[in-house]
Each structure stands twice: as structure tokens, then as C-alpha cells.
């Protein structure tokens, strides 16, 4: 009886310690010049990397963002010049090996796409939390009750670890799932790490993403419009790359 109890709580500590919501988890990057695919542009240094492989990106983005139905594609600006520029989003496409192209995604598609895979996670992450908690707190109250009635105490345990647990499941679940709080953090972590409306100022090394459908498979090139504010000249990058992080 006791091993049994004591096993169940072992296992609602690791459940708990294991579990975790949305956290912002900063992605490493290079000088431009770095990158093997970098040009220069009035002064300006740029350089892109996709991050298409999935263990590698789920890896440094702390999350499924692959299967959430998103392609990063890491931009870094050593921006030398006097000159600021600006990304054009309807002229910036992703080519795929079979010479498809593909728009960034509209922000508020990708943040919906991030916010379902994330939320989605917690509903199972605290589900198993909640459940192992209740489970471990349902075999105690099982056993106390196995002694006061004088029935077998090992069996009203295992009725109450399971009862604790179904009732974990369903309202850790719907708790996680409806967290405002990942919510929240979700869509201010991808305005932070979006380029698509940010201008590159003179003398500011910059980067971030742009994000792509998750349907893109295989990125080979990535064709950006960058747009001169003062002058409004307008420059067209094709950025060959690898489909790897360097």
C-alpha cells in the first residue's frame, strides 16, 4: 500500500517537473558576414538561413514550430550604411525545390497556427499533471477510506488514484487550454521576432524572422524586397539557402 502511494506521487513530481507552458527562448545567430548566401546592399550587410529541419528548429524555438505550420526564416541586416530600409512583404517569397513560391505569412495566421500548437501542448501537458496529481491525492483519500471502512485497503486506492485521475484530466486540460497567459506571451514573443514591419535603421545590426507556410517543405531561395525609406528605391535579393542552420 505504501510503495503504491509512494510511487504515485514520485510520478506526479515528474509530471509536474517535466510539464511546462509557452516560454520565450532566444534563437542564436551570426554576423551577417557569417552566412555564406550574405550581400551587400548600399552599405548594408544581409544574410537568411531557414530553419526547416524539425528537430532544429523545435530545438532552438523551444516548441514544435514545424508542425505548428510555420518555415523561420532567419534574417540578419549589419546594416554599415546611412541609408534605412524596409522589407516589402508582398514581393518577399520563399522558393521551394519544385519552383513554387510562397507569401509570408499574414501575422495573424501565424500567430494563430503558433497559439494552437502551443495550447494544444498544454492541454496535454496538464492534463497528465492534473490527473497524476489528483490520482496520487485519490489513492490517499482511497486508502483512509479502505481503513475506516474495513474493506481492502490496496483495491479503494486503486479506485481512487483512478477516479483522482479522470477528474485531473478534464479540468487540467481545460485550464491549460484556455491559459491567457500563454496566449499573451504567444503573440507579443512573435511581434518581437517578426521583421515583416520593422525598418532597418543605419548603423544597427538586426535580426529576426519572416514566417512561411509550414507547407513549405524544401526552401531553396528566398526572394526579398527591401525598399529604401528616404528614397524609396526598391532592391531585390534572391538569398540561395540551404534549408539548415549554419
Not at 514544435?64 to 516589402?88: C, E, H, W, Y
Request: with cysteine; net charge neutral; charged share 20%.
Amino acid at each position: 500500500m505504501k510503495r503504491l502511494i509512494s510511487c504515485l506521487i514520485v510520478l506526479s513530481l515528474m509530471t509536474v517537473w517535466g510539464c511546462a507552458g509557452y516560454e520565450y527562448k532566444p534563437v542564436p545567430f551570426k554576423a551577417a558576414e557569417a552566412y555564406p548566401n550574405h550581400v551587400t546592399v548600399a552599405g548594408a550587410v544581409i544574410a537568411a538561413t531557414a530553419w526547416s529541419d524539425k528537430a532544429a528548429a523545435e530545438k532552438a524555438f523551444g516548441f514544435d514550430i514545424r508542425g505548428a505550420g510555420l518555415t523561420p526564416v532567419q534574417i540578419v541586416m549589419d546594416n554599415k550604411g546611412s541609408t534605412s530600409f524596409i522589407i516589402v512583404p508582398d514581393q518577399t517569397l520563399l522558393r521551394d525545390a519544385q519552383n513554387n513560391l510562397w507569401n509570408i505569412l499574414p501575422a495573424q495566421v501565424a500567430y494563430d497556427r503558433i497559439d494552437k500548437e502551443v495550447r494544444l501542448g498544454r492541454l496535454g501537458g496538464e492534463a497528465a499533471r492534473q490527473g497524476a496529481l489528483a490520482g496520487a491525492a485519490g489513492a490517499v483519500i482511497g486508502a483512509a477510506f479502505g481503513i475506516i471502512a474495513g474493506t481492502d485497503i490496496a483495491e479503494a486506492a486503486g479506485k481512487g488514484a483512478t477516479a483522482g485521475v479522470a477528474l485531473g484530466a478534464v479540468m487540467g486540460g481545460a485550464e491549460g487550454y484556455n491559459d491567457p497567459r500563454s496566449r499573451s506571451a504567444i503573440r507579443q514573443d512573435l511581434q518581437n521576432r517578426s521583421l515583416q514591419d520593422k525598418p532597418f535603421e543605419p548603423k544597427v545590426l538586426s535580426h529576426g524572422f519572416l514566417f512561411f507556410p509550414g507547407e513549405v517543405t524544401e526552401p531553396t531561395v528566398l526572394r526579398l524586397k527591401l525598399r529604401e525609406i528616404q528614397s524609396g528605391v526598391d532592391h531585390i535579393l534572391e538569398l540561395a539557402l540551404n534549408g539548415k542552420t549554419e
